[in-house]
């Protein structure tokens, strides 16, 4: 039986929903590193927390633009 459309994109939408947590996760715990360290380790969390930001909004951006029709066409058999 052929998945449809809709369920696809929920699928996606929920792994997208734990990687953005496990990014939220990852940013505490950087955030909380960086503000103990010192010298260059403090600008490579500081680095490490503007990938993880980015990475978190983008796929924050994703999964709003699977509630539209935007990416349905991913979606096709």
Not at 22 to 36: G, I, N, P, S
Not at 51 to 60: G, I, L, P, Q, S
Request: aromatic content about 12%.
């Amino acid at each position: 039986m052929p998945v449809s459309t809709e369920e696809k994109k929920r699928i996606v939408s929920g792994f997208l929903q734990r990687c953005a947590a496990y990014a939220d996760d990852k940013l505490v715990t950087y955030q909380q590193q960086a503000a103990l360290a010192k010298g260059n380790e403090g600008l490579l969390l500081q680095d490490k927390i503007s990938h993880w930001t980015a990475y978190r909004v983008f796929t924050e951006y994703t999964v709003e633009e699977l509630k539209t029709a935007e990416l349905d066409s991913w979606f096709a058999e």
